[in-house]
């Protein structure tokens, strides 16, 4: 499809285990997010990237939490030692930036659902 | 420390009646305001948006309206379709370093258009 793809779309694991979450952004697109939402809140941000580097890093909620994306393309966010605290939906975003004027949309996928038992 | 906030979490409206969802922020620095809707198990669709320096915009059925000095905005749909009945969140956006936008969105309010 032409849209932001995360897989997996849902993702149990045990306290203590690692998790990778993985993201397609649009094609064509430089910019990719990661935001997350738990139950009853709005998304928050966790991490942006333009092309390979993270350019902002300042919503990871402590080290336990690392993006990558090497190739500008396809961005993996790791979590090690997860807690429960982690459970939540994780969503990509990305976008065409640089555009004067823009407004800020972000395109979004459907969310990797993480739970931590 | 919220910096946008949607008070009302549920809004309930008759078909072909108008919806108005709120949204107060608190940091002036935002340079847009967006509007995103979600159905269950769907990722945020954007809707609308407005510059800082509007105070209206309007798409179709979807209007929003920001007043600054009250640090408020609104959006309205009218006429409102069963279609409709999903969260909507409101999102207050600011430059990033290097170019992006990050986004700082309220708690959604959860739209039900009944027939």
């Known amino acids: 499809g032409a849209g932001v793809s995360q897989t997996p779309s849902n993702k149990v694991t045990e306290k203590g285990k690692y998790v990778e979450l993985r993201c397609d952004p649009i094609s064509g697109h430089t910019a990719l997010y990661w935001y997350r939402q738990s139950l009853g809140q709005g998304p928050e941000f966790l991490i942006y990237f333009q092309g390979t580097g993270a350019a902002d890093d300042s919503g990871l909620p402590n080290d336990r939490f690392f993006a990558v994306r090497p190739e500008g393309s396809v961005s993996t966010l790791k979590i090690q030692r997860t807690e429960r605290g982690d459970s939540a939906v994780y969503l990509c975003a990305s976008s065409l930036t640089g555009l004067a004027g823009g407004s800020g949309e972000l395109f979004f996928g459907e969310g990797s659902r993480l739970t931590v038992l | 420390d919220q910096q946008v906030k949607q008070n009302s979490p549920s809004l309930s409206v008759q078909e072909g009646r108008i919806s108005i969802l709120n949204c107060d922020y608190t940091n002036s620095m935002f340079d847009y305001f967006l509007w995103y809707k979600k159905y269950p198990a769907e990722g945020p669709t954007f809707l609308i948006s407005i510059s800082s320096i509007k105070d209206k915009n309007e798409d179709g059925r979807f209007t929003v309206f920001l007043n600054k000095s009250a640090k408020h905005l609104s959006l309205h749909i009218v006429p409102s379709q069963p279609g409709d009945s999903a969260v909507y969140f409101c999102?207050?956006?600011?430059?990033?370093?290097?170019?992006?936008?990050?986004?700082?969105f309220g708690t959604g309010t959860q739209l039900k258009v009944e027939l």
């Open positions: 999102a207050a956006s600011a430059r990033l370093t290097g170019g992006g936008n990050k986004l700082t």
